[in-house]
């Protein structure tokens, strides 16, 4: 379970104050698939960082499974992300350096993962690149380094997913296979899926969808289906 309550986010902005995300509560159960839209600007971006423990909120708090992040030291939230959350972002973020096997392969190997190698090579069968692994990211392209990012991001078995516009920088094409692709794995491992999106398409076939104006929540709606 996520559970924010009256998270505010405000920030600098020259001699004014900011506020980008404003009075904003509400709870993902498990296993939920949710996609967050709005406008540019709206915070959807700042609030999968709140709920990732990669920024702190100025005002109220997000919880976890029952513990607040908030009150998290850099080591306990560091320990949380790496024991509960993945994450698929719009740029690929891959190690350039690493082959696409070894980019799935490390976050395994941190954790000290008894099957790292095993593990790493089903993940890249599940993202259809299995003849892919030793390619590099630049050797790569788009879909597949993203189809990498996703493997990565499930490398751990995290219970929750945050994909922050994963098919922003890809074709349509790329984008829907991208998408199902993320849809089949979020099954597979009844994992937590939250979406941020401008696709409205995309947003559709989620449980259910909030939508985000000015900083606050404008709808929070369950939908008639789940694709």
Request: aromatic share 4%; proline share 3%; no cysteine.
């Amino acid at each position: 379970m996520i559970t924010l309550s009256n998270v505010t986010k405000t920030v600098k902005s020259g001699s004014d104050d900011l506020t980008i995300l404003n009075d904003v509560s509400f709870e993902v159960p498990d296993g939920q698939f949710v996609s967050v839209t709005g406008a540019s600007g709206s915070g959807k971006s700042t609030l999968l960082g709140l709920i990732a423990g990669l920024d702190a909120p100025t005002d109220g708090d997000i919880y976890i499974d029952g513990e607040s992040i908030v009150a998290m030291t850099e080591d306990e939230l560091a320990d949380t992300r790496s024991k509960k959350i993945g994450f698929v972002f719009q740029s690929f973020h891959l190690i350039p350096s690493l082959t696409a096997f070894e980019n799935v392969l490390i976050p395994l190997e941190i954790k000290g993962a008894a099957d790292a190698k095993e593990r790493a090579a089903r993940l890249l069968e599940d993202v259809e690149l299995t003849n892919r692994g030793h390619h590099y990211p630049s050797e790569l392209s788009g879909g597949e380094q993203q189809r990498i990012a996703i493997a990565r991001a499930f490398a751990n078995r995290p219970a929750i997913l945050l994909a922050d516009e994963p098919t922003g920088n890809l074709d349509s094409k790329n984008g829907s296979h991208i998408f199902d692709l993320m849809l089949q794995m979020h099954d597979a491992n009844d994992v937590t899926l939250i979406l941020v999106t401008h696709d409205h398409g995309l947003a559709a076939r989620a449980e259910r969808q909030i939508v985000l104006v000015d900083g606050s929540v404008d709808s929070d709606d369950l939908l008639t289906h789940k694709s």
